[in-house]
């Protein structure tokens, strides 16, 4: 039978409890539900839990120093709670006893003989050659000698010319003969053919490929890219490794920021700038249809810093580009690009599965395009002031971090204001 307190527990089944509860103090009442409260409860308030009951009227504003410093008052005089049960040093399971290792003796006197000593004379060479592997030699091993031991599968007849050849250890090492591999074949692509069929706009050509074509002229170059202003047909040209510059580069910003058919365009490895860059990206902006651009491995290295600003603007306002190959050094110029070519590719996602977006703004030339600050600040100046009957709408509250990007913004947009 159950007991508690040394009697049956059917004996308190009598016992009326609003009645016992009745006669405690306040004091005994307090102290009782702290006894009942379980700590690891996460159902009942931390306040709860809590033994320390704050009944301190405010005195004043809020100050740290002086919180902190009753609370480390506090606890150094306080005493410790008393534990339920105290604390015992015990072992469980099976204490760990490291294996004694045997010791190794080792002889360096060379007259004496050890029984390693028979076991390598009697090796053969082969095996040797099989040890020193094992072991970790590999710089007395060639490399025929160590394909031989591992990779290779030969049979017994084999192994036994190649032992007599004089394989193993003393074996000569020979050069294995070189894998030749077979030239790529050039370019044989007919410029000035294409260059009739891209102007006359065949419908056959989809795809100019002249890459590594080092023999145009400047003047041909300029032909190509004109041409793009006319044609219809076009969806991907490749322009790497041409010997590209800016001259020919304005050429292709006009044909460009016509052409509604082009998706690829590929110019690496050239010798465009970045204002060249920057025209041609700003041709594409106005097409709104390439979709895979790629600029990067030019002659000038390095962009600069206002340069890629201005690229990181300009895809700002460009909605269909999902792939752009370029290097940026700046770091903020750098992740603004990655995250419109991200945006890019989710408008991408969400028109296929049929998502409502926003939608895309039209082009704007460089000169009365305004960023997204410029453009809030003008709508809330523009909003009419909210009557005394209407309740105001809350305040737009920006972070130091905020007004200060968009300070920097405005500041560099009026230094390339000055230096156009």
């Not at 706009?201 to 041909?220: H, M």
């Not at 300029?222 to 590209?244: H, I, M, P, V, Y």
């Not at 790629?294 to 690229?311: C, T, W, Y």
């Not at 960023?371 to 009419?384: G, L, N």
């Amino acid at each position: 039978m159950a007991k508690l307190f040394g009697k049956d527990v059917k004996a308190y089944d009598d016992i009326n409890i609003d009645e016992l509860l009745s006669t405690l103090t306040e004091a005994e009442l307090e102290e009782l539900g702290q006894e009942l409260i379980d700590p690891d409860d996460s159902c009942i308030p931390p306040s709860e839990r809590c033994r320390y009951k704050c009944e301190k009227a405010p005195t004043g504003k809020f100050n740290r120093k002086a919180l902190i410093d009753f609370l480390e008052k506090k606890a150094k005089e306080e005493k410790d709670w008393e534990e339920c049960k105290p604390f015992v040093h015990e072992l469980r399971g099976k204490k760990w006893v490291p294996k004694k290792e045997e010791k190794i003796e080792l002889n360096d006197d060379p007259d004496v003989d050890t029984e390693w000593d028979e076991v390598l004379a009697s090796a053969t060479e082969e095996e040797l050659v099989d040890l020193a592997a094992i072991l970790g030699f590999h710089g007395m091993l060639n490399q025929v000698q160590y394909h031989s031991a591992f990779v290779e599968e030969k049979d017994e007849e084999t192994k036994a010319k190649e032992k007599a050849a004089g394989g193993g250890f003393q074996g000569v090492a020979k050069h294995e003969s070189f894998r030749l591999y077979e030239k790529e074949e050039p370019n044989n692509t007919d410029v000035d053919e294409s260059l009739e069929k891209l102007k006359s706009n065949d419908a056959s050509l989809k795809e100019l490929n002249l890459n590594n074509i080092k023999n145009i002229s400047v003047e041909r170059l300029k032909e190509f890219g004109l041409a793009l202003k006319s044609n219809t047909n076009l969806e991907s040209f490749s322009l790497a490794n041409t010997r590209l510059t800016d001259r020919a580069a304005k050429s292709f910003a006009e044909g460009l920021s016509n052409n509604k058919t082009l998706k690829c365009l590929n110019m690496e490895s050239n010798y465009l700038t970045g204002a060249a860059i920057v025209d041609i990206l700003d041709a594409i902006c106005q097409s709104k249809t390439i979709v895979e651009f790629r600029v990067s491995n030019q002659k000038p290295a390095l962009l600069g810093h206002k340069i890629e600003m201005r690229i990181a603007e300009l895809m700002e306002r460009n909605y269909t580009m999902l792939k752009f190959g370029i290097f940026l050094e700046t770091l903020g110029p750098k992740v603004r690009v990655r995250e419109y070519i991200q945006r890019n590719n989710d408008r991408v996602r969400q028109k296929r599965i049929g998502t409502d977006m926003e939608p895309e703004p039209e082009y704007q030339p460089a000169e009365t395009y305004k960023k997204k600050s410029e453009r809030e600040k003008e709508a809330a100046a523009s909003a009419p002031a909210p009557t005394k009957t209407e309740v105001a709408p809350k305040a737009a509250v920006t972070s130091q971090a905020e007004e200060s990007e968009e300070e920097e913004s405005e500041e560099e947009s009026e230094e390339e204001s000055d230096e156009e």
